[in-house]
Nanobody, 124 residues
Framework: VQLQAYGGGLVQVGGSLRLSCTAS????????MAWFRQTPGNEREFVAA????????TSADFVKGRFTVSRDNAKNTVYLQMNSLKPEDAAVYYC??????????????????WGQGTQVTVSS
């Protein structure tokens, strides 16, 4: 499975961005699709995930009410709508695909495939 993430950029505090990640080479609907983020010197951090074969999603507490993950299986694409952005949201955002058990959905180790990352910069 190949993943291509895009949509990052520079946004002001309080602004919005929508990240997209398109998959190819696999059965998209069979995968949990997740977003992680990483800043220099820190480990990759779970942001949100869209579960396979269901509309259910899982999000980190720090993005609830601000970020929304969704997927379009017909387009093999997962989205991350980010609203009310804060300076601490600045990071490289990665999409990932895998088949983790529910309890492992927030662990980067549970995902087999990764996109190249897209930079999000939040200016104050």
């Amino acid at each position: 499975v190949q993943l291509q993430a895009y949509g990052g950029g520079l946004v002001q505090v309080g602004g919005s961005l929508r990240l997209s990640c398109t998959a190819s080479g696999g059965s998209f609907r069979d995968y949990v699709m997740a977003w992680f983020r990483q800043t220099p010197g820190n480990e990759r951090e779970f942001v949100a995930a869209s579960r396979r074969n269901t509309d259910r999603t899982t999000s980190a507490d720090f993005v609830k009410g601000r970020f929304t993950v969704s997927r379009d299986n017909a387009k093999n694409t997962v989205y991350l709508q980010m609203n009310s952005l804060k300076p601490e949201d600045a990071a490289v955002y990665y999409c990932a695909a895998g088949r983790p058990i529910l309890s492992m959905a927030s662990s980067p180790k549970a995902y087999h495939y990764w996109g190249q990352g897209t930079q999000v910069t939040v200016s104050s």
